[in-house]
């Protein structure tokens, strides 16, 4: 029988994966495969997402998999979720605040394993359906259009923004009004001023 090295092992692994993935692909139980993990770890081949994620990344097969593969690794800790929150509101040019953490709308779950850097937020199943004709598909996350976006971190408390915080001439009205109305709340009276010149101009006028 010919002897595999740790290494070999590893390459056998994808860019990210899980300790049952490596189990399966390597040919091993998991008690054994998780010793192969905590090996890797301290050789520095191998990283990890968050410490009760489950979800690694394979820096033996690509150094820069903890940059490049980060969003996929998350999908794979939170299937069905989404960029929300202020991180939308950046990402579509509505704000220039600048996001510490990423923020990520989850559907609720019993447990949320922590990701260094991103801010969870826990969504019911209503609220998810109510989504999913304000999002942008996008791989391998979509993200929340910045209308709703804004719309939900008014009612959630996340962020409520001076009028100079918004960019109000990438603001489309119409569809903050619609955003609003969907989730079942009013437009905050300290935006009354850019609101009405908008309904009067447009965005871009």
């Given at each position: 029988?010919?002897?595999?090295?740790?290494r070999?092992?590893l390459?056998?692994?994808?860019?990210?994966?899980t300790?049952n993935?490596?189990?399966?692909?390597?040919?091993?139980?998991?008690t054994?495969a998780?010793t192969?993990?905590?090996?890797?770890k301290k050789?520095g081949?191998?990283?990890?997402?968050?410490?009760r994620?489950g979800v690694?990344?394979n820096?033996?097969?690509n150094?820069l998999?903890?940059?490049t593969?980060?969003?996929e690794?998350?999908?794979?800790?939170?299937?069905g979720?989404?960029?929300?929150?202020?991180?939308?509101?950046h990402g579509?040019g509505?704000?220039?605040?600048?996001?510490q953490?990423?923020?990520?709308?989850v559907?609720?779950?019993?447990?949320?394993?922590a990701?260094d850097n991103?801010q969870?937020?826990?969504?019911?199943?209503?609220w998810?359906r109510s989504?999913?004709?304000?999002?942008?598909?996008?791989?391998?996350?979509?993200?929340l259009?910045?209308?709703?976006?804004l719309?939900d971190c008014?009612?959630?408390?996340i962020?409520?923004p001076d009028?100079?915080d918004?960019?109000w001439?990438q603001?489309?009205?119409e569809?903050?009004r619609?955003?609003f109305?969907?989730l079942g709340?009013e437009?905050?009276?300290i935006w009354?001023?850019?609101?009405?010149y908008?309904?009067c101009?447009g965005p871009g006028?």
């Amino acid at each position: 029988m010919n002897y595999v090295s740790t290494r070999e092992r590893l390459k056998l692994l994808p860019e990210v994966f899980t300790l049952n993935t490596a189990a399966a692909m390597i040919g091993v139980d998991t008690t054994v495969a998780s010793t192969y993990i905590a090996r890797w770890k301290k050789q520095g081949l191998v990283s990890s997402l968050g410490q009760r994620t489950g979800v690694h990344f394979n820096l033996g097969r690509n150094p820069l998999a903890e940059e490049t593969m980060r969003m996929e690794a998350i999908g794979y800790v939170y299937p069905g979720s989404m960029i929300g929150g202020v991180s939308a509101l950046h990402g579509a040019g509505w704000t220039t605040q600048i996001p510490q953490e990423i923020d990520l709308m989850v559907p609720v779950r019993r447990s949320y394993p922590a990701v260094d850097n991103v801010q969870i937020h826990g969504r019911t199943l209503s609220w998810v359906r109510s989504s999913r004709n304000w999002r942008h598909d996008a791989s391998p996350l979509p993200s929340l259009q910045p209308s709703f976006a804004l719309a939900d971190c008014v009612i959630n408390g996340i962020w409520i923004p001076d009028p100079d915080d918004i960019e109000w001439d990438q603001v489309d009205i119409e569809e903050l009004r619609k955003a609003f109305d969907c989730l079942g709340a009013e437009i905050p009276e300290i935006w009354s001023d850019e609101i009405d010149y908008l309904g009067c101009s447009g965005p871009g006028m």
